[in-house]
């Protein structure tokens, strides 16, 4: 049972636009958001996250928002660099130790 | 620059045989994770464990997938006998429990991917 999902499996984006990466979950209980990046050939790499008690936190290109009556976070990059096309995982926690991730997002952006 | 790592980077091999994977996670890690890769599940959780006792294997086949870390610098995971449907890759995270009582983040290593003729 998918309790994180990315329904979009990729984005292209042109260099210097915004990417708008999107992920809803089902369980109530999670307080904890996280974005993973993954770079070919790679292990997933933490980017940025949000606890429930915000609904946005930006850490330079990067901005996360959380919509919890919604129950959906989005990433935003701006402005998009071709160093960003990667694979992006969602992910959250409900206060454990555990992470459930999405199933990614593959970004490609084009010069 | 502290990282973790696996062993292999890439398995071949055939239908009931057993596979072995191993992770070296990264020093002062006092926890370490198992995770799947596949294109449709995306990351699943296998197994993890806190100061090398396992604290949740739920997400691992019983009957044929095992994990242990027989000391605090190696992670195993085990699969016997294997079969097609394992191919993926598998990762190995590590982290350190936060004051807050979670993880701000796992260092995962670059994987091991497993095929299964």
């Known amino acids: 049972d998918q309790q994180v999902k990315q329904n979009s499996p990729s984005l292209s984006v042109q260099e210097g636009r915004i990417s708008i990466l999107n992920c809803d979950y089902t369980?109530?209980?999670?307080?904890?958001f996280l974005w993973y990046k993954k770079y070919p050939a790679e292990g997933p790499t933490f980017l940025i996250s949000?606890?429930?008690?915000?609904d946005k936190n930006e850490d330079g290109r990067f901005t996360v928002f959380l919509n919890k009556s919604a129950k959906h976070l989005s990433l935003h990059i701006v402005p998009s660099q071709p160093g960003d096309s990667a694979v992006y995982f969602c992910?959250?926690?409900?206060?454990?130790?555990?992470?459930?991730f999405g199933a990614g997002t593959t970004v490609t952006v084009r010069a | 620059d502290a990282r973790v790592t696996q062993t292999p980077r890439h398995k071949v091999t055939e239908m009931g045989q057993e596979v072995t994977m191993r992770c070296q996670p990264i020093l002062g890690h006092n926890t370490v994770f198992w995770y799947r890769q596949t294109m449709m599940q995306g990351l699943e959780l296998l197994a993890y464990f806190r100061n090398r006792a396992p604290l949740d294997d739920s997400g691992m086949p019983k009957d044929r997938f095992s994990a242990e870390m027989p000391d605090a610098t190696l992670a195993t995971l085990k699969i016997q006998p294997s079969e097609p449907r394992d191919s993926a890759v598998y990762f190995c995270?590590?982290?350190?429990?936060?004051?807050?009582?979670?993880?701000?983040?796992?260092?995962f290593g670059p994987g091991t991917r497993l095929t299964v003729l």
């Open positions: 992910a959250a926690s409900a206060n454990d130790y555990k992470l459930s």
């Open positions: 949000i606890s429930s008690i915000k």
């Open positions: 369980n109530s209980m999670f307080d904890y």
């Open positions: 995270a590590s982290g350190t429990l936060k004051g807050t009582g979670r993880y701000n983040e796992q260092f």
